[in-house]
């Protein structure tokens, strides 16, 4: 006659089911994420190239999401009121666009952050890189980066460069050529690009690096003259410049670069998800086309890959800071 009570075999049976049971609403829930609008930050005053590039790639996560994603610009303290809000933002529906300064500059310029890069966030996609130009007056006599750097060093302390101000990214991109090619070149900081434009185009600076969008109608009419480009390959705008790697400084880069980053609370699955999303979105047709535009290059790829490329930044720049002894203002 059967026994009545269950055997070994069958509590194991029970167990199991009840276990996928409870995995169930978990695997639901990462399922159905994002179950609400997304809020994309932007660390930034509204315009620009991070906000072409935010809105660009909101728009088409939104389509593939099923979500709509919503830009909302939070400027303030160099990025670090923004990161500090979203790092501490439980809702898990609000990101950040991140940027070479509030992930590789910030922590090695400020002497106490408010939020940790590496520890209160989740690289989830870099999704464009803005090349940084290096321009000169036009009548000053060179033509190319080798002749640039010959000349200053024949005229040390002679040649000058502006910036948008100190940390700035034209700043750090000087810098970082005068320690790479051992050169003393002086700096004069602005308060803003549109200044230090208009006293490099009345001739009263010497040089400059700046992102490609404030400058291209410059170049093109002749106004000023780049000599290269912070690029590791030319760009198809200024096909004929060649890179600052290719002038003799192997493994140079210098470019403003953004990329999609979480908090750390956001779930892997929902990472995984978003990010997938993030590096197909800057590849669609209609981003690109907006993106080159704006002279930027669509990147994508996997939070592993921009881990790595943030690492590689931080290590990049923290060099630079210590030896040019770069402050805030």
């Known amino acids: ?21 409870l995995a169930l609403p978990g695997m639901a829930r990462a399922q159905a994420w994002p179950s609400k609008p997304i809020r994309f930050v932007v660390p930034f005053a509204p ?14 996560l939104a389509k593939a999401l099923g979500q709509s994603v919503y830009v909302d610009n939070k400027p303030g303290g160099a990025g670090n009121v923004a990161m500090q809000e979203v790092a501490r933002a439980d809702d898990q529906h609000t990101v950040i666009l991140g940027h070479i300064g509030t992930l590789a500059v ?38 190319n980066l080798k002749e640039f750097i010959a000349y200053a060093k024949k005229n040390p302390g002679k040649l000058n460069y502006g910036s948008a101000g100190n940390g700035s990214a034209g700043h750090l991109a000087m810098e970082y050529l005068k320690m790479v090619s051992d050169t003393f070149i002086l700096h004069v900081p602005y ?11 009345a001739g009263r600076l010497d040089a ?19 000599i290269a480009t912070g690029t590791t390959s030319r760009i198809p705008q200024l096909p004929d410049v060649p890179t600052v790697a290719e002038q003799g400084y192997p493994g140079f880069e210098m470019t403003q670069w953004y990329g999609l980053m979480a908090p750390a609370s956001l779930p892997q699955p ?29 990147i994508g790829g996997t939070p592993a890959e921009f881990a790595k490329f ?6 990049r720049w923290k060099a630079v800071i210590a030896r040019a002894k770069i402050k805030p203002d």
Do not use: H
């Not at 929902?270 to 669509?298: G, M, N, Y």
């Open 270 to 298: 929902a990472i995984d998800k978003l990010a997938a999303a993030a590096a197909s979105a800057v590849k669609q047709p209609a981003a690109t086309e907006k993106l080159s535009a704006d002279a930027a290059l669509a």
């Open 106 to 143: 910030n922590p090695f310029i400020f002497d106490k952050l408010p939020y940790d890069p590496n520890k209160d966030f989740k690289p989830v996609s870099l999704l464009a890189k803005v090349p940084s130009l290096y321009l000169v007056r036009p009548d000053l006599p060179v033509n």
């Open 191 to 201: 308060r803003g690009t549109g200044p230090q434009l208009t006293d490099l185009l």
């Open 208 to 226: 400059a690096s700046v992102g490609a969008p404030a400058v291209m109608q410059f170049i093109k009419s002749g106004k000023l003259r780049c």
């Open 310 to 315: 943030i690492a590689v930044e931080q290590q």
């Open 47 to 60: 315009g620009g190239s991070s906000e072409i590039v935010a809105r660009t790639t909101a728009f088409e």
């Open 1 to 21: 006659m059967p026994s009545n009570t269950p055997s070994r075999r069958d509590w194991l049976t029970i167990a199991a089911g009840l276990g996928a049971g």
